[in-house]
T-cell receptor
Framework: AQTVTQSQPEMSVQEAETVTLSCTYDTSESNYYLFWYKQPPSRQMILVIRQEAYKQQNATENRFSVNFQKAAKSFSLKISDSQLGDTAMYFCAFFSGGGADGLTFGKGTHLIIQP | DAGVIQSPRHEVTEMGQEVTLRCKPI?????LFWYRQTMMRGLELLIYFNNNVPIDDSGMPEDRFSAKMPNASFSTLKIQPSEPRDSAVYFC?????????????FGDGTRLSIL
């Protein structure tokens, strides 16, 4: 079974700073997808960014980028020029398609952007 | 475009009562997932349907939980009898399929409180 670990329960940074959220996972699969989801206080889960395991190039979406280290099974999220609206829970998720085809999520990191 | 629609948004009931959570997936999506989110366990997959057929219900915690998908546009998650430890946020998600390139779209969730 796959596991996803987010080792930082909570992080707090000042507005406009850069912050990196860590995520590690464990799998025997060779091909899979990794995602970062954002969950603001409204509770709606929002897909932030995704990475295909077979791609070496790190995914980027505007201020969000990932550092994907496949050998180390690490998938960190970097948020540049953080904004107050970035305050939310961030979930790292793994998707392989084998067995139960749902996402395996980490428990989340609560990110607080301070004004 | 309408996203995944869940109802009710909030449910408060006394233990022992039957609870029914509802989900309408995005039109055209053929996969539907039920998740439960708690502080202790994070976001867990409960059950997954493909083309209205339950594929994997290994995440369903016990026999008190049941889920149905009578047609492509509707699913229910039922708890009978409910217990305080069932209190959680329940998410429904849908996707176009189980392929690697299809992210899951989540509903807003139902916050369930069992007193």
């Amino acid at each position: 079974a796959q596991t996803v670990t987010q080792s930082q329960p909570e992080m707090s940074v000042q507005e406009a700073e850069t912050v990196t959220l860590s995520c590690t996972y464990d799998t025997s699969e060779s091909n899979y997808y990794l995602f970062w989801y954002k969950q603001p206080p409204s509770r709606q889960m929002i897909l932030v960014i995704r990475q295909e395991a077979y791609k070496q190039q790190n995914a980027t979406e505007n201020r969000f980028s990932v550092n994907f280290q496949k050998a180390a099974k690490s998938f960190s999220l970097k948020i540049s020029d953080s904004q107050l609206g970035d305050t939310a829970m961030y979930f790292c998720a793994f998707f392989s398609g084998g067995g139960a085809d749902g996402l395996t999520f980490g428990k989340g990191t609560h990110l607080i952007i301070q004004p | 475009d309408a996203g995944v629609i869940q109802s009710p948004r909030h449910e408060v009931t006394e233990m022992g009562q039957e609870v029914t959570l509802r989900c309408k997936p995005i039109s055209g999506h053929n996969s539907l997932f039920w998740y439960r989110q708690t502080m202790m366990r994070g976001l867990e997959l409960l059950i997954y349907f493909n083309n209205n057929v339950p594929i994997d219900d290994s995440g369903m915690p016990e026999d008190r939980f049941s889920a149905k998908m009578p047609n492509a546009s509707f699913s229910t998650l039922k708890i009978q009898p409910s217990e305080p430890r069932d209190s959680a946020v329940y998410f429904c998600a849908s996707s176009l399929g189980t392929g690697f390139n299809q992210p899951q779209h989540f509903g807003d969730g139902t916050r369930l409180s069992i007193l």
